[in-house]
């Protein structure tokens, strides 16, 4: 176990509605990154946050936005679900320092849009 | 290019064999270049990484030999067992502000009994 947890661990919803994951980043950990991985495919970089500013974006539109708290939580919020955005979204945790390259992912969250 | 390309897609093996993966990549930028492990229903896990100023790194029967002339590298796995049936993943890191992983697309790896 990596000690990074996502919640919830599976999710369904309709097009067009709005849907938010869950990150707890692991111990020690201050850097927080998502990435949306189809079937069969390798997880893609969404963005990343650090000090609570995302620090990096992906080809993502928009419509996916997030949040990092205090405590280095993490939030993914997608708005106007779409039927492609149907994934695995895969939160990583790391430190920042130089030479820390290491990410942890947890388990995921697999969302289906109907 | 951000792109990194895997391949096969999948493999099949006997149980004893020697499993290897390759990957090339173009962005000259990277310079960490780790392989995933990925079981069903569960994240990718860090399996074994390397840096472009080796050629080489064994750990246990996981080798990566890196090539950054050609701008490929592989994982070599040594007497494979059927627990290590699973997805793997190689990425390459761009240390820029992002800190960003870009996979490739995967192998499907079956280690046969």
């Known amino acids: 176990e990596t000690g990074v947890t996502q919640s919830p661990t599976h999710l369904i919803k309709t097009r067009g509605q709005q849907v938010t994951l869950r990150c707890s980043s692991q111990?020690?950990?201050?850097?927080v990154s998502w990435y949306q991985q189809a079937l069969g495919q390798g997880p893609q970089f969404i963005f990343q946050?650090?000090?609570?500013?995302?620090?990096g974006r992906g080809n993502f539109p928009p419509r996916f936005s997030g949040l990092q708290f205090p405590n280095y939580s993490s939030e993914l919020n997608v708005n106007a679900l779409e039927l492609d955005d149907s994934a695995l979204y895969l939160c990583a945790s790391s430190g920042r320092e130089p030479g820390n390259e290491k990410l942890f992912f947890g388990s995921g969250t697999q969302l289906s849009v109907l | 290019q951000q792109q990194v390309k895997q391949s096969p897609q999948s493999l099949i093996v006997q149980k004893g064999g020697i499993s290897i993966i390759n990957c090339a990549y173009e962005?000259?930028?990277?310079?960490?270049f780790p392989w995933y492990q990925q079981f069903p229903g569960k994240g990718p896990a860090l399996l074994i990484a390397i840096r472009p100023d080796v050629s080489e790194k064994k750990e246990g029967r996981f080798t990566i030999s890196f090539n950054k002339s050609a701008k490929q590298f592989s994982l070599h796995i040594m007497d494979s067992q059927p627990g290590d049936s699973a997805t793997y993943f190689c990425?390459?890191?761009?240390?820029?502000?992002?800190?960003?992983?870009?996979f490739g697309s995967g192998t499907q790896l079956t280690v046969l009994p």
């Open positions: 962005n000259t930028a990277f310079d960490y």
């Open positions: 946050y650090y000090r609570e500013e995302e620090n």
């Open positions: 990425a390459a890191f761009s240390s820029g502000s992002a800190r960003q992983l870009t």
């Open positions: 111990s020690g950990h201050n850097t």
